[in-house]
């Protein structure tokens, strides 16, 4: 069966902090590893990592993909209180059908 | 401004009475999916579309359904809601079925009652 498992389930940093999740993935015909963020609504994406692109940087996030652990981190460094939020981790897999399959996510509290 | 939207945002309602949340994106995005989250068990998939007039099951497809008729619009059906069908329901679009990242409407959440 196809799963998705982040970790941790929650953390409580305080502003300045460096913070590392941790996304991991069993799927049967991995085609790329999504990152999202959630904050009192719609989850917004932050980074697509595939094959042929497994590291992403976007201001004070960044992502890596490792292939063959079958993982994913997403760094955020100097956090701010506006980081506080769900982050999602996807796998699009294809294993018959089109689909992406979600961690339960990690939720992250910034403290000012 | 590109979008997914739903509607209703909020939606109390009685178990067994039929009811429709609407889904339209702006972006003719060829790929549209269904989710629906609950605590613990993140999100997870309902029913997607390919592009018009291609459905298919996802994960936890029990008491739902979907059409496709035009690219734009891709609504969900609860033809006999039951109280384990409360959840908070997501709408999302994608350029393409593969490799491309899904966008998500604001989500509608439901209460059966």
């Known amino acids: 069966e196809d799963k998705v498992v982040q970790s941790p389930l929650s953390l409580v940093v305080h502003e300045g902090d460096t913070v590392t999740l941790n996304c991991s993935y069993e799927?049967?015909?991995?085609?790329?590893l999504l990152w999202y963020k959630q904050e009192k609504k719609a989850p917004t994406f932050l980074f697509m990592l595939t094959s042929s692109g497994i590291e992403k940087k976007s201001g004070r996030l960044s992502s890596i993909l490792d292939k063959k652990e079958l993982s994913s981190i997403l760094n955020i460094t100097a956090t701010q209180t506006g980081d506080s939020a769900i982050y999602l981790c996807a796998v699009e897999a294809t294993s018959g059908t089109y689909k992406y399959i979600f961690g339960t996510g990690t939720r992250l509290k910034v403290l000012a | 401004e590109a979008q997914v939207t739903q509607n209703p945002r909020y939606l109390i309602t009685v178990t067994g009475k039929k009811l429709t949340v609407t889904c339209s994106q702006n972006?003719?995005?060829?790929?549209m999916s269904w989710y629906r989250q609950d605590p613990g068990l993140g999100l997870r998939q309902i029913y997607y579309s390919m592009n018009v007039e291609v459905t298919d099951k996802g994960d936890v497809p029990e008491g739902y359904k979907v059409s496709r008729k035009e690219k734009r619009n891709f609504p969900l059906i609860l033809e006999s809601p039951s109280p384990n069908q409360t959840s908070l329901y997501f709408c999302?679009?994608?350029?393409?079925?593969?490799?491309?990242?899904?966008?998500f409407g604001n989500g509608t959440r439901l209460t059966v009652t």
């Open positions: 799927v049967t015909n991995f085609r790329s």
């Open positions: 999302a679009s994608s350029l393409r079925a593969y490799n491309s990242p899904l966008h």
């Open positions: 972006m003719n995005h060829e790929y």
